[in-house]
């Protein structure tokens, strides 16, 4: 199949996307699991992915995420290693 100079390959059946509005929440590193020798699964805990009033009293929506190819931004904010006792290396995590 040849497409017209410019134009892009649409597929067929694109499958439904929701958009949610971009938040900045604060989070912190619950477990780490070691899933493959590249790979490594990070669980966050914190009272912001719920719904919570961000400054000046905006209401920020829980967070959601149905997709496995969802976008999430890390900003670190602080440099420090996790205790030994907190990685989980069974594979299991959450």
């Given amino acids: 199949m040849t497409f017209p100079e410019g134009a892009r390959h649409v597929p067929r059946h ?3 996307t929701t958009a949610f509005p971009a938040a900045l929440r604060e989070a912190g590193v619950t477990r780490l ?3 493959t020798p590249g790979m ?3 669980t966050l805990a914190g009272k912001q992915l719920g719904a919570f009033a961000a400054a000046g009293g ?3 929506a829980p967070f959601e995420s149905h997709g496995f190819d969802d976008d999430l ?3 670190l904010v ?3 290693a996790v205790p030994k006792d907190d990685v989980d290396s069974t594979g299991d995590g959450l």
């Fill in 73 to 75: 931004r890390r900003h």
């Fill in 14 to 16: 694109a499958r439904p």
């Fill in 78 to 80: 602080e440099d420090r």
């Fill in 58 to 60: 905006i209401p920020i």
């Fill in 33 to 35: 699991t070691d899933v």
């Fill in 40 to 42: 490594r699964r990070i």
